[in-house]
Nanobody, 117 residues
């Protein structure tokens, strides 16, 4: 049974930083491309960053230069370091495994990130 748990969100002031974690189990994590997504109130869920099994990374334009996705396969965990946070980064952040046309697994609970003074 696949289990994905996101954590590390919280309230942060503009310009601040957060590091999100995503712990996964129930599949061969080390062989799986993983992505971070976010969904802001009233908006559709969007892709934020992706990391391949080999560690290659890509980012949405909105997060380029301000974030870093990483993974530790021995811990079945993927991370998202976010810096210079803006109010528009406020959203619930999720991780999942991307596939053509969607994602591989059911969505977890996500972790709330709120950027506000």
């Amino acid at each position: 049974q696949v289990h994905i748990v996101e954590s590390g969100g919280g309230l942060v002031q503009p310009g601040g930083s957060l590091k999100l974690s995503c712990s996964a189990s129930g599949f061969t994590f080390s062989d799986t491309v993983m992505s971070w997504y976010r969904q802001a109130p009233g908006k559709e869920r969007e892709l934020v960053a992706t990391i391949t099994s080999g560690g290659g990374t890509t980012y949405a334009d909105s997060m380029k230069g301000r974030s870093a996705v990483s993974r530790v396969n021995a811990k079945n965990t993927v991370y998202l370091q976010m810096n210079s946070l803006k109010p528009e980064d406020t959203a619930v952040y999720y991780c999942n495994a991307p596939i053509v046309g969607g994602v591989m697994f059911s969505w977890g609970q996500g972790t709330q990130v709120t950027v506000s003074s």
